[in-house]
């Protein structure tokens, strides 16, 4: 009998052919084989729970280097864990911006011995790196080039038509887009109401994303180059992304699949507020609409923490931004219990998806030769949020509170057990991600 490292019985397995009721091989940190019957040095009875692949959030702010009073890639990539992430791409806004070579190197040192999930960086578009942006895409460890094109911080906006095009021109992997027109923010900026958070998606109206949407999509043509539009929140804009896929992917976050402005402002005021903002529940609806009709290719979190200090503050001098990535799979899987979507459209969105657009090599699957990441779920568990269970430094969600079914009850990277039931392991080994374009061109 063949002897693995690992085994995981008795599971229901999310396998590409759907659910299977089997056993997991798993040697050398990969699978080795479905189906298995034979000794191991470590045996985890799954009966009655499920076995997906593991979880990749490809959008998550760490804030690690220059801001960790909110985040750091130790607590970040520790939250992550705990909500069944396997996998995270994190966001170039820290202090200073991940703009160079030597940014990337420095969150890649920083990252090995402390992060608990495997990890890729995103490199930030500047008007004074265009150029180089060819270069630094190809970079081990690099998720790809992002472009905000609406309210960033210092020279990450990238928000005129002749700049995109350089940026565009310069590269080939797909580009991770925030599609929020800056133009049309400004001149709406008293739409903003004093003390009063709901004004923010006036002030960030539909037209501010659709019109950045319709720009981007433009300019990825001209230019011949693969795009990415992160969180979208319009359902105008899924429509018109429908008719772009050939060039355009996207994403939607938990946060606007789940919260509606009507109620989410009353209740939690400024902890409310992120960009592109909470809209209505009309909004809301539609992106699930559309999310059904296979539009949305990932599911991100958008993981953007700040103190309990900051967001306290008045609007509109409250910072943009809320946790998310330990509440992604929860949610999700509530999701499925209230017959919102199945379970095998979140599979799509939160792992297969990300390696189909990305090329993420070994990831996004559980078949033979990938990389042993699952993430293992009680599809029955009902439970409640509780701010105790949260691991991000923040020490707050949106969702606290919130009863649910479906818990995430195990994460294991890489054949590693790193979260189970609650308990982490005794030592952060997380390690870079591998793409097709960067490892194998």
């Known amino acids: 009998?063949?002897?693995?490292?690992?085994?995981?019985?008795?599971?229901?397995?999310?396998?590409?052919?759907?659910?299977?009721?089997?056993?997991?091989?798993?040697?050398?940190?990969?699978?080795?084989?479905?189906?298995?019957?034979?000794?191991?040095?470590?045996?985890?009875?799954?009966?009655?729970?499920?076995?997906?692949?593991?979880?990749?959030?490809?959008?998550?702010?760490?804030?690690?280097?220059?801001?960790?009073?909110?985040?750091?890639?130790?607590?970040?990539?520790?939250?992550?864990?705990?909500?069944?992430?396997?996998?995270?791409?994190?966001?170039?806004?820290?202090?200073?911006?991940?703009?160079?070579?030597e940014a990337l190197e420095e969150k890649l040192r920083r990252a090995q011995g402390r992060m608990w999930c495997d990890h890729a960086f995103y490199v930030g578009a500047t008007a004074a790196n265009a150029e180089r942006l060819a270069e630094l895409e190809r970079l081990p460890g690099t998720a790809g080039v992002k472009i905000f094109m609406g309210a960033s911080t210092g020279d990450l906006l990238v928000?005129?038509?002749?700049?995109?095009?350089?940026?565009?021109?310069?590269?080939?992997?797909?580009?991770?887009?925030?599609?929020?027109?800056?133009?049309?923010?400004?001149?709406?900026?008293?739409?903003r109401v004093d003390g009063d958070p709901s004004s923010h998606p006036v002030w960030r109206d539909d037209e501010s994303a659709i019109l950045a949407t319709r720009r981007i999509l433009k300019l990825a043509r001209e230019a011949k180059r693969r795009i990415h539009i992160l969180h979208v929140t319009t359902p105008a804009e899924l429509q018109i992304i429908a008719a772009h896929k050939d060039i355009a992917s996207c994403e939607v976050t938990p946060q606007h699949l789940t919260l509606a402005g009507e109620e989410?402002?009353?209740?939690?005021?400024?902890?409310?507020?992120?960009?592109?903002?909470?809209?209505?529940?009309?909004?809301?609806?539609?992106?699930?609409?559309?999310?059904?009709?296979?539009?949305?290719?990932?599911?991100?979190?958008?993981?953007?923490p700040h103190t309990k200090e900051e967001k306290a503050k008045r609007y509109p001098g409250s910072p943009s931004g809320m946790p998310g990535v330990q509440t992604l799979l929860p949610l999700l899987l509530n999701h499925v219990a209230n017959g919102r979507t199945s379970l095998q459209r979140v599979v799509e969105l939160t792992s297969a998806?990300?390696?189909?657009?990305?090329?993420?090599?070994?990831?996004?699957?559980?078949?033979?030769?990938?990389?042993?990441?699952?993430?293992?779920?009680?599809?029955?568990a009902e439970w409640t949020i509780e701010e105790s269970w949260l691991a991000s430094r923040c020490g707050w969600s949106p969702f606290t509170g919130m009863r649910l079914t479906g818990k995430p009850l195990g994460t294991i990277v890489r054949g590693r057990r790193v979260m189970w039931d609650g308990t982490l392991a005794n030592a952060a080994e997380g390690r870079p991600v591998r793409f097709e374009s960067v490892d194998f061109a």
């Open 159 to 191: 928000s005129e038509d002749r700049e995109l095009a350089r940026v565009l021109a310069s590269g080939k992997r797909r580009v991770a887009i925030h599609a929020e027109d800056e133009a049309r923010m400004n001149a709406r900026l008293s739409e």
């Open 264 to 304: 989410a402002y009353p209740a939690l005021g400024s902890y409310a507020q992120m960009n592109p903002p909470i809209r209505s529940g009309k909004h809301r609806d539609g992106l699930w609409h559309w999310l059904n009709q296979g539009v949305p290719d990932v599911i991100g979190s958008d993981h953007a």
């Open 353 to 380: 998806g990300a390696q189909r657009i990305f090329g993420i090599v070994g990831k996004g699957r559980i078949a033979a030769g990938y990389d042993a990441d699952f993430t293992v779920v009680d599809l029955k």
């Open 1 to 101: 009998m063949t002897s693995y490292d690992l085994v995981l019985k008795n599971g229901t397995v999310w396998t590409p052919g759907g659910p299977v009721d089997t056993n997991i091989g798993v040697k050398n940190g990969r699978i080795a084989e479905l189906g298995v019957a034979g000794d191991a040095g470590e045996t985890i009875d799954c009966t009655g729970l499920t076995i997906l692949p593991g979880v990749i959030d490809t959008q998550v702010h760490f804030r690690e280097p220059g801001l960790e009073a909110k985040e750091d890639l130790e607590s970040g990539s520790r939250s992550a864990v705990m909500g069944g992430v396997t996998a995270v791409f994190e966001m170039p806004n820290t202090k200073p911006n991940t703009d160079s070579a």
